[in-house]
């Protein structure tokens, strides 16, 4: 009753079809991926060694980042971290965002990272949704290069882009410096300050006393903070006598990157809903 086709006719059709539809379902799979990405926030990370360990692609595993990349709750991350950052300016800081160390420097400082991230951000038209600051192991280890740091914070400085950081030499009003000028560009992005962990090289008072410093300033300004020195199991005793979590007191290893990452992220996790929803709003 019916005409069949040719065999090798209905080969071809057969090979047509199928050939459409594997098409059919790698656009689709696009579409969706683009889309899934596009409601996923886009991170900037900023801080010292112990976020800059995990590179700038996030691949090594012995830094925190990695296990952030790895959760794939980001749809993106940019890592601006440096070895040797402090939060805290001296009076030989100047606004120097290409310079490259991964040493103690005066232009190795996190504002000298967030001035980068602005640019790149002004440059590419694209804008993080969270900020997290990781900073302040230096600032403990090495205060007495930073002989301002446990300064009261001048009064008189009214923070702005414009702002030289040379005046601004207490961890207090560095801190205060680096979120004006990232919440003047970036009003709708969640900032999130990380304090430093415990470490073998100093004790544990001084990174409590650097840690309360942040804590205080960021939370005044309504700011996340995680207190990394007093919420995970890392701690000064247990490295300086026979590392766990570090790989020289300091540097997380696998381990302690697996549980500073968790513990981030978490934190991360619970903030997800609201920020989602604001990207579905904007998109």
């Known amino acids: 009753?019916?005409?069949?086709?040719?065999?090798?006719?209905?080969?071809?059709?057969?090979?047509?079809?199928?050939?459409?539809?594997?098409?059919?379902?790698?656009?689709?799979?696009?579409?969706?991926?683009?889309?899934?990405?596009?409601?996923?926030?886009?991170?900037?990370?900023?801080?010292?060694?112990?976020?800059?360990?995990?590179?700038?692609?996030?691949?090594?595993?012995?830094?925190?980042?990695?296990?952030?990349?790895?959760?794939?709750?980001?749809?993106?991350?940019?890592?601006?971290?440096?070895?040797?950052?402090?939060?805290?300016?001296?009076?030989?800081?100047?606004?120097n965002p290409n310079h490259y160390t991964e040493l103690l420097h005066d232009d190795n400082v996190v504002y000298n990272q967030a001035v980068r991230l602005i640019e790149k951000a002004d440059n590419s038209n694209e804008n993080p949704d969270i900020i997290v600051l990781?900073?302040?192991?230096?600032?403990?280890?090495?205060?007495?290069?930073?002989?301002?740091?446990?300064?009261?914070?001048d009064s008189n400085?009214?923070?702005?882009?414009?702002?030289?950081?040379?005046?601004?030499?207490?961890?207090?009003?560095?801190i205060n410096l680096v979120s004006e000028l990232?919440?003047?560009?970036?009003?709708d992005a969640t900032l999130l300050f990380v304090t430093p962990l415990q470490m073998s090289k100093t004790e544990a008072e001084t990174i409590f006393k650097v840690s309360d410093i942040i804590d205080k300033t960021a939370s005044k300004k309504g700011y996340h903070v995680l207190r990394a020195d007093k919420e995970t199991a890392i701690n000064h005793e247990q490295e300086a006598k026979s590392p766990q979590y570090t790989y020289d007191g300091v540097h997380t290893n696998p381990k302690g990157a697996r549980l500073l990452g968790d513990y981030i992220?978490?934190?991360?996790?619970?903030?997800?809903?609201?920020?989602?929803?604001?990207?579905?709003?904007?998109n």
């Not at 600032?139 to 002989?147: C, L, S, T, Y």
């Not at 400085?157 to 207490?170: E, F, K, L, R």
């Not at 991360?268 to 904007?282: A, E, H, Y």
């Open 1 to 95: 009753m019916f005409n069949h086709c040719k065999p090798y006719k209905c080969n071809i059709f057969r090979d047509v079809s199928v050939v459409f539809l594997i098409l059919l379902g790698i656009a689709y799979a696009s579409a969706n991926t683009h889309q899934s990405s596009s409601k996923r926030p886009k991170i900037a990370l900023l801080g010292d060694s112990m976020t800059w360990i995990g590179g700038d692609s996030c691949q090594n595993p012995t830094g925190w980042s990695h296990i952030l990349k790895e959760s794939g709750i980001a749809g993106k991350i940019d890592v601006y971290a440096r070895s040797g950052a402090t939060w805290t300016n001296t009076r030989s800081t100047k606004r």
């Open 134 to 153: 990781f900073a302040g192991a230096n600032d403990a280890w090495f205060a007495v290069k930073r002989p301002g740091i446990y300064d009261k914070e």
């Open 157 to 174: 400085i009214q923070y702005s882009s414009d702002t030289d950081p040379a005046i601004v030499t207490s961890l207090e009003g560095s």
């Open 182 to 187: 990232l919440k003047e560009r970036f009003q």
């Open 265 to 282: 992220l978490k934190f991360l996790t619970s903030l997800l809903p609201s920020i989602t929803n604001q990207l579905t709003t904007d």
